[in-house]
């Protein structure tokens, strides 16, 4: 797991001179890099803004899945074979670009269902911002004992391990809506037939979901 902040503090760190690397740091050259470092930091708050607004203004894509398991390959390809499908902000439902119609109670279904979906990415979102904040910070505090520390891989797995404690917590809290949303979604499909191919999430989503978040933790 490359981290951002690492990428960050790596390219600040190939911009010194040589005269910085073999010279005590100057208060100037600190001051550059922490500046770099709040850029970074509004960078990250900023970018994640947007994208949480995005959440709330643009139609929903039902057409990825959220399915996890090592037959994802499978899933891929057989949803690549339906057209595109949309929730939009009103509740319309798109097929292809084109409006399903649908009545006061399925529109109320498909609303539901669309906050559902947003409220696990506000999540990722979130947990993402968490962790990325919490690397720069990482990286901020002994800055340049930091940077030596780079050099020798060091730095990246303190920051891994710092990004784990965040990050692993946060995807399980995740996995712990699919029941939710899996039982959601079976309702909309019995009642909205147009959404029926779009309804993939399965019971055992959620053991899924765990076992995928452990395995990637544990290859760390």
């Keep these: 797991m490359k981290s951002a902040a690492f ?14 690397w073999s010279a005590p740091p100057q208060d100037g050259v600190r001051d550059e890099v922490r500046r770099e470092l709040a850029d970074a930091r509004q960078e990250i708050r900023t970018e994640l803004a947007n994208a949480r607004a995005e959440l709330e203004t643009e139609n929903l894509d039902v057409s990825e899945s959220l399915q996890f398991g090592r037959d994802g390959r499978r899933k891929r ?15 319309d439902f798109l097929v292809d670009g084109r409006a399903v119609p649908v009545d006061a109670h399925q529109r109320r279904q498909l609303l539901a269902y669309r906050e559902q979906v947003i409220e696990v990415a506000r999540t990722a979102i979130d947990m993402g911002e968490v962790a990325a904040l919490a690397a720069v910070d990482a990286v901020d505090r002994g800055v340049f004992g930091l940077m030596v520390s780079a050099m020798t891989g060091s730095l990246e797995r303190r920051i891994e391990r ?15 809506r699919m029941p939710a949303l899996h039982a959601a979604e079976q309702q909309l499909a019995a009642d909205l037939p147009a959404f029926r191919p779009y309804a993939r999430l399965e019971a055992r989503e959620a053991d899924a979901c765990r076992d995928e978040v452990r395995r990637s933790f544990a290859s760390r």
């Design 7 to 20: 990428s960050v503090i790596a390219a600040l760190a190939l911009g010194l001179s040589p005269v910085a």
């Design 77 to 91: 390809d057989r949803d690549a074979k339906l057209p595109s499908a949309a929730i939009t902000p009103r509740g």
């Design 162 to 176: 710092n990004v784990r404690q965040i990050v692993e917590p946060g995807a399980l809290q995740i996995c712990a």
